[in-house]
């Protein structure tokens, strides 16, 4: 791509308010305004190979798991569990990079999903929604669902999800299509070796590194390969530390493939090489860019059937009439299999919705389920009956789980060794915990819940849900509660500690008194 002044003052901006940031790599976080010329010296090298000669560093991999409150099939009931997934981190100047061709690539895919006409069905990782978010896409879909069964029939509302998509995707076909949305036959060589970069990528696990060589506290403006001993790696160099890190096994490569054995299928057949890292600052444009071809097809093949397809990045979500239920997952499935992706089965959900009496009705509609039981359609955080809309429970109990974990950090670091005062920052708490603060879960939560939200001309539509607004209704007596008791036991103890102090002091004077006499 060629160097765009229009993109890259766009990006200056989202550079100076995103970097540094002061995670621990492989390199050292760097002065914004340095990195910012060099990167637009290696973009205007006039050979056009700047990019194409940086040696990108290995990704750092770390797990994430977080607990999860969600509806048990086999139970009838919720339960939780906890999802892993890996997310992997490029360097500092490496993330510069990706981030300036992730917005040139966001601005051409947006252009030209425009352009072809399926915009609306593709929903997440865009900045041109008319600072739409998943309240209204959400409200999108509910609405609609109520319009078509009150007017008569029986829907029907899929949700599949698409297993391992980021470590799935095929490279080949990443590049087709992204060369696609830059309307050009070849990639140039800048262009390219990001390409690769994210393709035959190398990662170290983060754990790992932290026990092999022992790290604790990392000085700060230190980098990883600062702190790596020479006496051990066998050299200063950074070839040296990194051929350390390959012989000892903490530095791998992706290698990743997709079995295929199909002569016909339009991959190929043998080990097609697969697999973009999750987490880097350009993946999750990517991860619209492979869809490319499928979104159009089968957002066609849904509007010729009057259904509805919508897609956030992994989340598929279909709305049809109930008879053509069998078809359309049918041809989703092939679609996707052509594309080399598969279904996650266990997490598909049928929901179906019949008009009973004045009111609208939601059903369990997968194949086991039992005759007339009812059950919610979950969709971008909120659960639909076809009346009423709430909080997904999962998302309320992450929050109270949240917030009672830092409530009790907070009045750990007030009465702590090192704290000289018992004060706690209750403003703090609130800005995070309560509806008082601008920018959290609760806030948001509410703005949910209410007919209307903004001012002037940005004002967008909530649900108007009484339902949400139940939900919602003690969280900050919980808050409240969960704080005094924190603080009474934490001051309890504190008091304890104190006069077991206070008790010693006196029997080592005791002692000492007696030694002298």
Known sequence: MPFDQDVWEEFEVKARTSFPKRYTHFDRPFDVEKGLIKLKNLLKDPSGKGIARHPFFPFLKIFIKTPRYRYQDEL???????????????????????????????????????????SECVLAYR????????????????????????????????????????????????????????????????TFAVFKALTTYSYAAANSLKKHFNFDKIERGKSLLDIMPYTLTGGRQVHEKFGYLRRMNLVACNNSFLENSAQDHPLGIGQIPRGIPQGSAI???????????????MHNLCSTMQSVYRRYCDDILIICKTKDVDYLRDRLCQQLDYHGLKIQKDKTEVIDFRKTYKKVVAFDGSENAVKGKRKKLQYLGFEFDGERVYIRPGSLSRYFRKMKAGIRNTVLKAYGKRSDTTKILTKDLLAKYAHTGRNNFISYAYRAASESYGSGINIKEGFNSPAIKRQLSRHFTILQSELNKENEQRYALKLKEALWRQASNKTVKMVAKRKLI
């Open 76 to 118: 009838s009931s919720y339960g939780l569990d906890t999802k892993e997934r890996p997310i992997s981190f490029a360097a500092h100047f490496d993330a510069l990079i990706f981030t300036y061709f992730d917005l040139m690539l966001k601005r051409k895919y947006q252009q030209y999903i425009r352009g072809k006409g399926f």
């Open 127 to 190: 900045d041109d929604l008319d600072g739409k978010c998943n309240i209204q896409f959400a409200k999108e879909i509910f609405d609609q669902i109520s319009e078509k069964c009150k007017t008569g029939g029986a829907y029907t509302a899929i949700g599949f999800d698409i297993k391992g998509y980021f470590d799935t995707i095929p490279h080949a076909e990443l590049k087709r299509h992204w060369q696609t949305v830059l309307e050009t036959p070849k990639m140039d060589e800048n």
């Open 283 to 297: 993946s999750s444009t990517l991860s619209n860019v492979y869809l490319l071809e499928f979104d159009k097809h």
